[in-house]
């Protein structure tokens, strides 16, 4: 199962990820995970990636492409992955598929995710997250805060807001979304991948229905593929 998450920035590509690696039993590959990973270990691709980062910006194809590609040649890809967060530009969409075709493989499902652009702005800036790597548990400050004010609940680590969810950079992000971003959604149309769906605290359709519907939506998939390989089958 390949299944790619996509959105803007505080969609829920993260949460909605989560269980569906449960489910799956796949791992999840975020490529804003892997920077902070690099960032945090003050190694020369996290040094290059946090100048684009910390503006708000997008880090360039090149070095996130190869990122990818590096990590999707690991083992425990092999029954499945999501990517949460990546491709964020045609030119990442396109070297996907094909590196994915290389290896005969291809994606089942591109979930959009969208929200009314003031919840994802209130939820950007509510935002925190444990600053232990091994644990990243996330927060909200108004809907999920942790039992102690700055303390991770799992790790017990410290919780602080990442520096590109204050609000300047946030706007920023919102808008590089919009210009950079959006058009990837173009890119998989018309390719039966793309599953478009709202996540939206006000509209109640938080992470545990939004999961299920896509969860549905890809037992409904399925078997509707596994009917015209018995059609294919019978006709041959
Ligand atoms: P995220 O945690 O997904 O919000 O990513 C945090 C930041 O990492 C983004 O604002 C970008 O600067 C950078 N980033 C993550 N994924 C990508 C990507 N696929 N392409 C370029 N930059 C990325």
Redesign the pocket.
């Known amino acids: 199962m390949i299944i790619i998450m996509f959105g803007p ?1 505080a969609a829920g ?2 949460s909605v990820a989560g269980i569906l690696s449960e489910k799956y039993n796949i791992p999840t590959i ?4 892997m ?2 990973k690099y960032i945090s270990n003050g190694s020369e691709i996290g040094k290059k ?1 946090n100048e ?2 910390s503006q ?6 090149e070095i ?1 492409i190869e990122m ?1 590609k590096e990590r999707l040649s690991e083992n425990d890809v092999k029954n499945g992955f999501i990517l ?6 045609v030119k ?1 969409a396109e070297e996907l598929d094909k590196f994915l075709k290389e290896n005969n493989r291809d994606i089942d499902v591109v979930v959009k995710l969208e929200a009314p652009k003031e919840e994802l702005l209130e939820r950007i800036t509510n935002r925190r997250i444990c600053k232990n790597s091994d644990c990243k548990a996330v927060y909200n400050t108004k809907l999920n805060p942790p039992k102690v004010a700055g303390i991770c609940d799992k790790c017990g680590g410290p919780i602080v807001q ?1 520096d ?1 969810d204050k609000l300047e950079s946030a706007l920023n ?1 919102l808008s ?1 979304y919009d210009k950079e971003t959006a058009p990837v959604a173009d890119y998989y149309k018309g390719t039966e991948r793309l599953y478009t769906t709202t996540l939206s605290e006000r509209e109640n359709r938080l992470k545990d229905v939004v999961s299920a519907d896509i969860i549905k939506y890809l037992d409904l998939k399925k078997k509707k593929n596994n009917g015209k390989r018995n059609i294919e089958d019978e006709c041959r």
């Not at 975020?30 to 995970?33: C, I, N, R, V």
């Not at 708000?56 to 194809?61: A, S």
């Not at 949460?84 to 530009?89: E, K, L």
């Open positions: 920035p590509k993260g975020s490529t804003g995970d920077f902070r990636a684009y980062i708000g910006q997008l880090v360039p194809d996130t990818v949460d967060g990546f491709p964020r530009t990442q990442r590109d992000r590089v």
